[in-house]
């Protein structure tokens, strides 16, 4: 079975700039979140979407959105990249909300860099 | 604030002993713990959980502890291989709410053969 997958594996973009990251789930998993990895740190909770509605938001500005589709996937967006936005982009699925049996899986992510 | 920390940036055993990786938290709403293993180029993928309701949990060669008193969790690796090598990230969530899971830093486990 396939895990979850995201794209672009890389990207580089310029400040200012907007960028738009995406996820597909592991099949039949509904609930998709997205984290951000700056160097150095733990993965740090941006969203959560489950049947295409936000259930949960972490501590990042107005810049970030993102969107659930019918298909479960997900697109990351980041307005105004700013240097600080440099990060491993990561999207993890999960079947449910809170399947605590069936913790959380991350795909590989996407490396940004903006210069 | 740091909820969730790993004050040991970085562990190295010798192939066959044992391997101890330390985690505290601070937030006493937490009541669900993994463990997750990152290798370079990769995401995260989950190792071993535990909720708040046990204080051990077992799988093969890998062991959480947790101590709710000391708001304190530990990973043991026993025998400890090269292909452990990796950086482990502590995480910790409270039930009921989204799927946040609030992560420490990370401590990079070397084994050496």
Known sequence: ?115 | DQQVKQNSPSLSVQEGRISILNCDYTNSMFDYFLWYKKYPAEGPTFLISISSIKDKNEDGRFTVFLNKSAKHLSLHIVPSQPGDSAVYFCAAITQGGSEKLVFGKGTKLTVNP
Do not use: M
């Open chain 1, 1 to 115: 079975d396939a895990g979850v997958t995201q794209s672009p594996t890389h990207l580089i973009k310029t400040r200012g700039q907007h960028v738009t990251l995406r996820c597909s789930p592991i099949s039949g998993h509904k609930s998709v979140s997205w984290y951000q990895q700056v160097l150095g740190q733990g993965p740090q909770f941006i969203f959560q979407y489950y049947e295409k509605e936000e259930r949960g938001r972490g501590n990042f500005p107005d810049r970030f959105s993102a969107r659930q589709f019918p298909n479960y996937s997900s697109e990351l967006n980041v307005n105004a990249l700013l240097l600080g936005d440099s990060a491993l982009y990561l999207c993890a699925s999960s079947p449910f909300p809170g399947s605590y049996n069936s913790p959380l899986h991350f795909g590989n992510g996407t490396r940004l860099t903006v210069t």
